[in-house]
């Protein structure tokens, strides 16, 4: 019954913001690294952002600078915060969550970024 559910994509312009959201069931989201990951068509899934269970971050380079990624544990919920959005940010974008020996997925969110 783990469950992570993504949500907050659509279609914004170049330039623009959005904020992904994940809410997590079934797990004890406290302990778990969570990070967010995207693939375009005809590409690999890349790590965007991950967060630590004690709040420590990392990201891509592509994005660093323009992309946040926090975590709300007494809502289970981790988001990412994008501005400066670009066309090659359009990717599905999935929430994980990992612990130890452990790995579980989100279904995904579309983002589309294009004028």
């Known amino acids: 019954q783990v469950q992570l559910v993504e949500s907050g994509g659509g279609l914004v312009q170049p330039g623009g913001s959005l904020r992904l959201s994940c809410a997590a069931s079934?797990?004890?989201?406290?302990?778990?690294?969570m990070g967010w990951y995207r693939q375009a068509p005809g590409k690999q899934r890349e790590l965007v952002a991950r967060?630590?269970?004690?709040?420590?971050?990392n990201y891509a380079d592509s994005v660093k600078g323009r992309f946040t990624i926090s975590r709300d544990n007494a809502k289970n919920t981790v988001y990412l915060q994008m501005n400066s959005l670009k066309p090659e940010d359009t990717a599905v974008y999935y929430c994980?969550?990992?612990?130890?020996?452990?790995?579980?997925w989100g279904q995904g969110t579309q983002v589309t970024v294009s004028s």
């Open positions: 994980n969550a990992d612990y130890p020996l452990k790995k579980y």
């Open positions: 079934g797990i004890i989201f406290r302990l778990y690294a």
């Open positions: 967060i630590t269970s004690g709040g420590s971050t």
